[in-house]
């Protein structure tokens, strides 16, 4: 009797995302093969891989072949083109009518309506309006981009002049942000994480911390409930990553990601099942995995580049300082701002937890040299 052979997923991207979900793979002897940019992205640096630009059709078309399923570590490939393989046989999960929903930010708030969002309105004009307001483009921006704050019209009316057609939306004045991480596999069976407390500064998140430590068990329930019941009514295939304000007792839905997310890197350490082997699980119709945490507290921070530019020596100090702290390193250049690894921590004391994130943090940026 033939022995069926492992399946083949392809990611389109093959950036830090695409590389967290190497080690899954190997270890559930999963055949990965990433669409890189360049060879130098970083699961390519380490991933068999082929170069190609995901907005051409013809590269995108020579990359999905031989792929039992096409998967996204990000939002940036054309609608058109997915759709276009779809109707040539090609199995994208999540598929392009769920897809959609996280490139186009004006159809999702259009399909969620009738759950909690603040008040938006797509514009091409400024409207009379309670200003301030946050206006965003309806595709293509993320970690801060693309999302402008408007004290009034007239600043309105100058960014239309730049941006024709935006999503403007109401100001909430939030107490704090979270994320929900969810999975759902294509006959429905569903799991969520613990909901994610979201850090940002400057539009960039730089801490997580799990579970939300102002939640008690009720809005922890709630916040996953609406995540889940986003992921059921879209027909998610894969991880999501639900975005919301959170004022008083009140939940509001800020934004859609469909796959692995940045909210959810604490998993790896903190929880049974990461989210990255969930995503894996989910697109190839496996039973899901335990989201159970493996401690109370769970805290991760990006590391953002800054004076530093080596990022290995910083090791011998961090480690013999903390030896429970895990590190993730995207192998990128490094440049002022952007996310170049992350540290991870997990336990019981929760105030111990982030201080050690956020000395190696320092550390590892040059704020600190002890």
């Not at 793979?25 to 068999?48: K, V, Y």
């Not at 996204?72 to 058109?80: G, M, Q, R, T, Y």
């Not at 609406?226 to 009514?233: G, K, P, S």
């Not at 429970?324 to 992350?342: A, D, N, T």
Request: hydrophobic share 40%; with cysteine.
């Amino acid at each position: 009797m033939a022995v069926k052979s492992f399946p083949r997923v392809g990611i389109i991207g093959s950036g830090q995302l695409a590389q967290m979900t190497l080690a899954p793979a190997a270890a559930l002897g999963i055949d990965l093969i990433t669409l890189a940019n360049s060879s130098e992205d970083s699961a390519a640096q380490s991933s068999p891989h082929i170069v190609g630009d995901f907005r051409n059709l013809e590269d995108v078309r020579n990359f999905v072949r031989g792929c039992d399923v096409v998967t996204f570590e990000h939002e940036l490939i054309p609608l058109s083109i997915i759709k276009t393989l779809e109707n040539e046989g090609v199995k994208f999960l999540p598929s392009s009518s769920a897809f959609q929903y996280s490139q186009d930010k004006a159809l999702m708030r259009e399909k969620l309506a009738h759950l909690p969002n603040p008040k938006w309105q797509v514009v091409t004009d400024a409207p009379d309006w309670n200003y301030p307001a946050i206006a965003k483009s309806i595709s293509g921006g993320y970690d801060g981009r693309g999302v402008w704050k408007v004290n009034n019209k007239e600043e309105l009316k100058d960014l239309l002049k730049e941006v024709p057609k935006l999503l403007l939306e109401e100001l909430v004045a939030f107490d704090f942000e979270i994320a929900v991480m969810v999975a759902r596999s294509p006959h429905g069976q569903a799991a969520s994480w613990a909901p994610t407390r979201t850090v940002q500064k400057d539009g960039i998140c730089i801490e997580t911390v799990t579970p939300v430590p102002e939640f008690n068990e009720s809005q922890a329930l709630a916040a996953q409930n609406l995540a889940l019941q986003i992921a059921d009514e879209i027909k998610l295939v894969g991880v999501m990553a639900v975005e919301m304000f959170v004022k008083g007792d009140e939940l509001f839905i800020n934004e859609l990601a469909l796959r692995p997310h940045n909210s959810g890197h604490w998993t790896i350490e903190g929880s049974i099942t990461s989210q990255f082997e969930q995503h894996l699980r989910a697109v190839l119709d496996l039973p899901l995995g335990d989201t159970s945490m493996t401690a109370e507290w769970a805290v991760m921070g990006n590391v953002l580049g800054g004076e530093k530019s080596d990022m290995y020596r910083p090791y011998l100090h961090l480690m013999a300082r903390t030896p429970r702290l895990k590190f993730h390193q995207y192998r990128k250049e490094v440049r002022p701002g952007r996310k170049i690894g992350h540290v991870s921590i997990t336990g019981d004391n929760l105030v111990e937890l982030r201080n050690e994130v956020a000395h190696a943090l320092s550390y590892m940026s040059g704020e600190i040299d002890e």
